[in-house]
């Protein structure tokens, strides 16, 4: 695996690539890499002829207060992770590398990019959509690999794609979980043993809520509120419950295929998320 720290080396290497005909999937993370991760890779290598990745925990989409600090750092690892998983091409480059002295430009992508996450991490998205912009322009991808957990960021960045006109292929993955159910994340190792057990109420709730659907609930008012006071009742603080558009992120009266359903909470001082699409075959509980 060849590890490049530069933009100009990373825009070279890629260019070379592209004019031998190789297609390039790209998975970029912040490290700390979990099996979530490696799905994406997993996908990628499948898909492509060359897969990249990269590592920067990206400044810019941190608000202050938030964890950057003490984000988890562990490149070695995830060095190893990656190799063992056949990547061709790291590309880890450092914030000033990223932002050298002088940047100014900032990609914000307006009203989807206010909702959800973007509502309660004020600048989020746009530090998100600025050092995607940065990494897709650098690295030129064919196709481009996200987790489904991060549903809000997949319409912020679809909706900067479009709007900008990247020939890249954006492709979601199915949410990994570990085996008691809790979406993976990489602030999991924040959580206590206690804290664990506590955060497994947002999937059950979620599923709680599938449940209903399936059942023949459609109002979103109802799904919501149930959700709510579950949640409510395990004591987890919660930033938001939406049944949303999956594209627009707006809120929906009821649900049909492929509405999401989100959930963003704190448990203890950690910020969790996770989400389910209503199935394709929502339409066959209404015969």
Request: with cysteine; net charge negative; glycine share 6%.
């Amino acid at each position: 695996m060849r590890i490049v720290k530069t933009v100009a080396e990373m825009q070279s290497v890629c260019r070379e690539l592209r004019m031998k005909g190789s297609s390039l999937g790209f998975v970029p993370t912040m490290g700390a890499l979990h099996e979530g991760h490696l799905s994406l890779v997993r996908r990628a290598r499948s898909e492509c002829d060359t897969v990249v990745a990269s590592i920067f925990v990206n400044p810019l989409q941190f608000a202050p207060g938030e964890d950057f600090a003490k984000y988890p750092r562990t490149f070695e690892t995830d060095r190893r992770s990656l190799e063992a998983e056949r990547v061709d091409i790291l590309f880890a480059p450092d914030a000033a590398e990223m932002y050298p002295n002088g940047s100014v430009t900032t990609v914000t992508v307006s009203e989807v990019g206010d909702r959800l996450d973007g509502a309660s991490r004020l600048g989020h998205f746009t530090g998100v959509a600025t050092v995607v912009a940065k990494l897709f322009h650098v690295v030129g991808p064919t196709r481009a690999y996200f987790g489904q957990k991060d549903a809000a960021q997949l319409a912020v960045l679809r909706q900067m794609v479009r709007d900008l006109n990247f020939d890249i292929e954006l492709v979601g993955c199915a949410i990994v979980r570990d085996t008691d159910g809790l979406a993976l994340s990489s602030r999991n190792r924040y959580l206590s043993a206690a804290e664990r057990e506590q955060a497994l109420v947002l999937h059950r709730t979620l599923l709680r809520m599938e449940r209903m659907i399936t059942e023949g609930e459609r109002q979103s008012i109802k799904l919501a509120q149930t959700g709510l006071e579950t949640l409510n009742a395990a004591g987890i603080h919660v930033d938001y419950l939406a049944i949303v558009d999956a594209n627009t992120l707006l809120p929906v009266k009821s649900v049909e295929t492929g509405t999401l359903v989100a959930v963003a909470a704190h448990v203890g001082s950690t910020r969790l998320i996770d989400n389910f699409l209503v199935a394709r075959d929502f339409a066959l509980s209404e015969v």
